[in-house]
C-alpha cells in the first residue's frame, strides 16, 4: 500500500481483556517497529522485527506484551490482561531495510483506551 | 544512541522563519542526525538527516555545528500546518533498529 496501515484506528476494552492490534507496513519493508505513546510524551520504543524475527524486543514493557510478524509482511502486536496504564496510541512504522538510512515511515497509530 | 536536549515549546510567526535547536554534546562519530516531527493524532514524519554537512530539501534545512554536537532544523518560511512537535534524534549510521525519541519541541505558528 501506499503507507503504513494501522488497524483498529481506536479500541475501548476492558481491564483484564485481551487485545490484538494490527500493522500493515508498506509493501517491501522489511523492517518493522511498535512505539508506544502516552498523553504529552515522545514515542516509546517496544519491539522491532527484521523480516519474520524479532531483531530487539527489549522495549516490551512485561510479559503481558507480544507481537508477530509471521510472513514477514503483517505485524500484530498482543496484549493479554490489559491494564488502565497500557491506554495509549500505538504506532507502528516500517522502512526499507534495517541499515537504511532514510525515514522510517510511521503509521497513524492505534489508540487503545482500557476501562 | 547518543542523548538529546532541546526546549520544549517554541512560537514562530506564519512566514517567518523557525529555527529549532538541538544539543547533541555526546554524539559519536559514527552517528547522524534525524528530524521528525508529530502533527496532532498523526504518527511522526520524516524531515531530513544529516552527518556533518549542511542539508536541504523540500521541507527544511539542517545545519550541523563544526564539532557536531549541536545543530538547528530551519523551516524558512513556517506556515500553520507546520505547528507540530520537532523531534531531534541521533542514531548510529548502518544499524537498524529502533529511534529513541526524547520529549521534543512543541513548534507553535501564529498568524
Known amino acids: 500500500g501506499a503507507g503504513v496501515s494501522q488497524t483498529p484506528s481506536n479500541k475501548v476494552t476492558e481491564k483484564g481483556k485481551y487485545v490484538e492490534l494490527r500493522c500493515d507496513p508498506i509493501?517491501?519493508?522489511?523492517?518493522l517497529y511498535w512505539y508506544r505513546q502516552s498523553l504529552g510524551q515522545g514515542p516509546e520504543f517496544l519491539i522491532y522485527?527484521?523480516?519474520?524475527?524479532?531483531?530487539?524486543d527489549s522495549g516490551l514493557p512485561n510479559d503481558r506484551f507480544f507481537a508477530v510478524r509471521p510472513e514477514g509482511s503483517v505485524s500484530t502486536l498482543k496484549i493479554q490482561r490489559t491494564e488502565r496504564g497500557d491506554s495509549a496510541v500505538y504506532l507502528c512504522?516500517?522502512?526499507?531495510?534495517?541499515?537504511?538510512?532514510?525515514?522510517?515511515?510511521f503509521g497513524s497509530g492505534t489508540r487503545l483506551t482500557v476501562v | 544512541d547518543a542523548k538529546t536536549t532541546q526546549p520544549p515549546s517554541m512560537d514562530c510567526a506564519e512566514g517567518r522563519a523557525a529555527n529549532l535547536p538541538c544539543n547533541h554534546s555526546?554524539?559519536?562519530?559514527?552517528?547522524?542526525v534525524y528530524w521528525y516531527r508529530q502533527i496532532h493524532s498523526q504518527g511522526p514524519q520524516y524531515i531530513i538527516h544529516?552527518?556533518?554537512n549542511n542539508e536541504t530539501n523540500e521541507m527544511a534545512s539542517l545545519i550541523i555545528t563544526e564539532d557536531r554536537k549541536s545543530s538547528t532544523l530551519i523551516l524558512p518560511h513556517a506556515t500553520l500546518r507546520d505547528t507540530a512537535v520537532y523531534y531531534c534524534?541521533?542514531?548510529?549510521?548502518?544499524?537498524?533498529?529502533?529511534?529513541?525519541f526524547g520529549q521534543g519541541t512543541e513548534l507553535s505558528v501564529k498568524p
Open positions: 555526546t554524539i559519536s562519530g559514527n552517528e547522524y
Open positions: 522485527f527484521q523480516g519474520t524475527g524479532a531483531a530487539d
Open positions: 534524534i541521533v542514531r548510529v549510521h548502518n544499524q537498524g533498529g529502533k529511534l529513541i
Open positions: 544529516g552527518l556533518k
Open positions: 509493501s517491501g519493508h522489511t523492517a
Open positions: 512504522a516500517s522502512s526499507a531495510a534495517p541499515s537504511t538510512n532514510y525515514g522510517y515511515t
